[in-house]
T-cell receptor, first 112, second 112 residues
């Protein structure tokens, strides 16, 4: 079945770039998403990318997609303390009734 | 434009009871998806409703059921509650092929 994997933790210094990685198994994935979850809160959509794209940039966020390796990354430039959160990668495939398949989330820790 | 709202925010039930969770979708969205998020894990897809019909279901038993109303709001019902049902229940609304799902803040259910 489909599976999405992420590292559980990432620690970076304030002001550095953060790169959060994700791998997925479903080759029919059409859209891939990054969501952010702060403690006790719901999921906030950060960005998404269509599977025929390689890269998408939105202000401090850059998404890279390597479809051959089924690898997705999220780069956050100039990481700030407000970026502390859990980041989830998710995919959807047209043959799965549009349900989202999620990774377990990467907790981003910011060091001063 | 109002976002996705869920009620109640917190709920405490005892094993064997029944619970109803509510979700109002974002204006213009005709699809509602429900997810269960256990502590420290990614969300798990429960089911999706599109124009009042169930449009896909995850690996959850029949005691998890739902409804969608003509105004596209939705309910999640869980019968015969078990301790393992304790989780954050998230509702997301969406519309269109991109399946961009916008989430509410969730309902935290505790089963004692």
């Amino acid at each position: 079945g489909e599976d999405v994997e992420q590292s559980l933790f990432l620690s970076v210094r304030e002001g550095d770039s953060s790169v959060i990685n994700c791998t997925y198994t479903d080759s029919s994935s059409t859209y891939l998403y990054w969501y952010k979850q702060e403690p006790g809160a719901g999921l906030q959509l950060l960005t998404y990318i269509f599977s025929n794209m390689d890269m998408k940039q939105d202000q401090r966020l850059t998404v890279l997609l390597n479809k051959k390796d089924k690898h997705l990354s999220l780069r956050i430039a100039d990481t700030q303390t407000g970026d502390s959160a859990i980041y989830f990668c998710a995919e959807t495939a047209m043959d799965s009734n549009y349900q989202l398949i999620w990774g377990a989330g990467t907790k981003l820790i910011i060091k001063p | 434009e109002t976002g996705v709202t869920q009620s109640p925010t917190h709920l405490i039930k005892t094993r064997g009871q029944q619970v109803t969770l509510r979700c109002s979708s974002q204006s213009g969205h005709n699809t509602v998806s429900w997810y269960q998020q256990a502590l420290g894990q990614g969300p798990q897809f429960i089911f999706q409703y599109y124009r009042e019909e169930e449009n896909g279901r995850g690996n959850f038993p029949p005691r998890f059921s739902g409804l969608q109303f003509p105004n596209y709001s939705s309910e999640l019902n869980v019968n015969a509650l078990e301790l393992d049902d304790s989780a954050l229940y998230l509702c997301a609304s969406s519309s269109g092929q991109e399946n961009i799902q916008y989430f509410g803040a969730g309902t935290r259910l505790s089963v004692l």
